[in-house]
């Protein structure tokens, strides 16, 4: 039996998966972001037991976080809860559940969920992306996940879109992620409009098909911005399809207009590539973090 966690900035979501891939239990739990780090693990720890009673088991665990282990520190780098960076997860969970662990990003947890027995299941190179607040990325190849030796591949999210453009929380500028993340598409509103009008990233949307010029204008650029993007993935790994998954993932614009985008960029006369939306919503993080151990390690 497999265990997976899914360590959010607001809920720590934790499944226990069957060799068949049926998940036979689920708990969720609030984050203890604010009780800092010790505490993250505590819960962590709280919650790997408790899934253990429930089936009568020792399980292996495998972990999806925001941000990634440093391949020469070993400790969290790029996470968005920050009391993680710097912090030797792997390590101190290992010492406090007496097992190995394995942890990866949330973006590759998501990629090698939808290419195991997901959307993207039918294919041996999956080019997984996360747009939501953030944007992220991971590769499989052949259901097995290709991170790189410094755990950095399918970070496509931190490449320039916008030479000297908008400042991403990277320290870069014109980041793809500054450009095509929920929070990116409501600055687009904010410097098209120039209202100071609170709105989300759904409402641009929303009011975009209800016929709103200023909204349709900033989702055509949306879309522009995620043609570009996405044709340098695929000129430079050309995989066999690509999976979106996040909140942006529902526009669904981006399976037509956004589609049309990628011709004008990619190296050749068409675009082969199936785009494809997820089949397991926001639980891909989570069952992707329990497949990181092998179905067969029972």
């Given amino acids: 039996m497999r265990i997976g966690i899914d360590l959010g900035g607001t809920k720590i979501e ?10 036979l239990d689920t708990r969720r739990i609030p984050t ?3 009780q800092g780090y010790k505490q993250i693990l505590r819960t962590i720890e709280e919650l790997v037991h408790s899934l253990e009673t429930s089936v009568g ?6 972990i999806g976080t925001p941000g990634a282990l440093s391949a020469t520190t070993q400790t969290m780098k790029n996470s968005n809860t920050v009391c993680l960076n710097g912090k030797p997860l792997k390590q101190d969970l290992e010492e406090m559940l007496q097992r190995e662990i394995r942890i990866e990003n949330d973006a590759n947890c998501f990629a090698l969920s939808e290419a195991t027995d997901g959307a993207g299941q039918d294919y041996r190179v999956v080019f997984g992306v996360i747009m939501g607040t953030g944007v992220g990325g991971g590769i499989v190849i052949g259901k097995q996940l290709h991170s790189g030796p410094q755990h950095i591949a399918g970070e496509w999210g931190h490449n320039t879109l916008v030479p000297n453009g908008r400042d991403c929380y990277c320290g870069r500028k014109g980041c793809v992620e500054a450009y095509l993340s929920g929070p990116g598409l ?3 509103w904010i410097e098209q409009s120039g209202s100071t009008e609170v709105v989300t990233a759904q409402e641009v949307v929303q009011r975009a098909q209800s016929k709103d010029v200023i909204c349709q204008s900033v989702m055509d650029q949306y879309f522009g911005y995620f043609g570009q993007a996405i044709a340098s993935v695929i000129n430079i790994l050309d995989p066999d399809a690509i999976v979106l998954g996040g909140g942006m993932s529902n526009v669904n614009g ?3 207009k956004g589609v049309d985008q990628i011709r004008h960029h990619i190296f050749n006369d ?6 494809l939306t997820n089949c397991h919503g926001d639980s891909s993080g989570v069952r992707g973090a329990a497949q990181l151990w092998p179905s067969t390690d029972e």
């Fill in 14 to 23: 934790g499944i226990v998966m069957d060799p068949s891939n049926q998940v």
């Fill in 254 to 256: 981006l399976y037509t």
């Fill in 32 to 34: 203890p972001v604010r």
């Fill in 186 to 188: 409501v600055k687009q």
């Fill in 270 to 275: 068409d675009v082969k590539t199936p785009i």
């Fill in 57 to 62: 088991l020792q399980c292996t665990v495998g």
